[in-house]
């Protein structure tokens, strides 16, 4: 398998913690810098050929419905539970979209089950 790429966007341009995570995990990660920076997470992604994207915001659907309508990402949002990120990476999703939860936890768990399901 390739090296998972996994892209990070936060409304309020954080991330860094999520992105401990992936790379615990054995994942490159990419934090989308600045504010409103989940509205550019389908760019980002497109160009760094990500393997998946995380988008943080509010209601947890901005940046994921984006990326969905701009480049045709599987995408799931509104998601408040790293459990529920697992079950989208099992069902194919590519864009998870989350209210803020910047947690190193997130970006480790979620880069392990993606390994796991697509090893």
Known sequence: MSEVIVVIGD????????AKGVEAAGGKSFVVAGFGA???????????NA??????CGSGGAGAITAQTKY??????????????????RDGVKVLGFGFMDVEELGKRLTEEYIKVNG
Not at 51 to 56: E, L, M, V
Not at 75 to 88: L, N, Q, V, W
């Open 11 to 18: 409304r309020l341009g954080k991330g860094q913690n999520v």
């Open 38 to 48: 989940d509205m550019k997470l389908g760019d980002e992604m497109n160009a760094q």
């Open 51 to 56: 393997t998946f994207g995380i988008s943080f």
């Open 72 to 89: 045709g990402y599987k995408a799931r949002y509104g998601m408040r539970s790293i459990e529920e990120g697992i079950t989208a990476i």
